[in-house]
């Protein structure tokens, strides 16, 4: 069968109409469908197409769907190491500033003991010599 002959002999060529074979399956939708039965195989054919076209893209929103789900679980995950590394490095800092507390506190211990030490009334004229100063400092 060739509906292209069939639209061709239609055109204006009509030694094409019986090589198309089309005559039959145009008398027997004429001779068994009924005005009703014609409009509704009408109305059902884009209905058909709308309804293969939904179930095609459902399929499609359906594993892009899983997707984003495995996405935000991943993200979910990312989140909850980076609160814990953040922690980690909280602790890590807090533990640092104590050490560098310690640091200072020691200097500041070793100052005062050089100036109680070195600035004493008993020691005025060790204080004149400057490069012994600093040499003790």
Known sequence: MSARNALRAKAGEPSLWEASRFERLERYIHDTLDESSRLRLKLLNPLGVGSHLVGKYLEVITSRLQFLKT????????ESQLD???????????LRMAAIENILYEMEQRG??????TFRLARVFDLMSKTRIQHEF
């Open 71 to 78: 996405d935000f679980n991943l993200l979910s995950d990312v």
């Open 84 to 94: 814990l590394y953040a922690k980690d490095m909280h602790h890590s800092f807090n």
């Open 112 to 117: 005062q003991v050089f100036f109680e030490d």
